[in-house]
């Protein structure tokens, strides 16, 4: 029945014509002035990675989308997660430490079932996957270095014992260096 009356409505509309009315689209397609958008801020912060880190420009344009949509869809800066990224790899999408993490945000393949990635070799996951993991343990902390600290050394590792402690500490300040690097201003 919908579909005779689709048919009875275009055939109506195709046999009056436009009698000489201009047609003006009344809104562009969001995906062509999104896009545009999107590319524009891809491209900003592929350079501002290169300039804060010194990662090569190809390097960067790759990451950076992937940085972006990840940090925002976690509530995360860029600047924070790229940070992660450059300390756990230098942006090496096919490394894997002596403890079995993997990929450039370096995480251990049981957090898979966690993130509902199938593909953690995948960079594109791997860095949503570490984007998750590090929201999820802000959540639990409240706190971004605590976090950071518990994404380094593990959530109980860095509540019960000292040492860990230290240790993700050290790398929540290393992370920080990091992220303050984004926002030094160059004299000329």
């Not at 190809?58 to 976690?74: C, D, M, P, V, Y």
Request: net charge positive; charged share 20%; aromatic share 10%.
């Amino acid at each position: 029945m919908l579909a005779v009356a689709s048919v009875a409505c275009t055939a109506v509309v195709l046999l009056a014509g436009d009698r000489g009315v201009e047609r003006t689209p009344f809104a562009i397609p969001a995906a062509a002035s999104t896009q545009a958008a999107w590319n524009d801020e891809v491209s900003g912060f592929a350079k501002r990675l290169h300039k804060a880190l010194g990662i090569r420009k190809a390097t960067a344009t790759e990451f950076s989308g992937w940085i972006l949509e990840a940090s925002k869809r976690q509530g995360l800066s860029p600047e924070l997660l790229a940070s992660v990224v450059f300390i756990e790899s230098s942006f090496r999408k096919d490394v894997t430490s002596d403890m079995g993490a993997i990929g450039p945000a370096q995480v251990k393949p049981y957090w898979g079932l966690f993130c509902g990635s199938v593909n953690l070799a995948d960079p594109a996951e791997n860095i949503y996957c570490g984007a998750q993991i590090l929201a999820h343990y802000r959540d639990l902390c409240g706190s971004e270095q605590c976090a950071l600290s518990a994404y380094n050394v593990g959530l109980k590792n860095q509540q019960d014992d000292v040492y860990f402690q230290e240790l993700g500490l050290r790398y929540a300040r290393a992370i920080d260096r990091h992220v303050s690097r984004f926002t030094k201003k160059t004299v000329l």
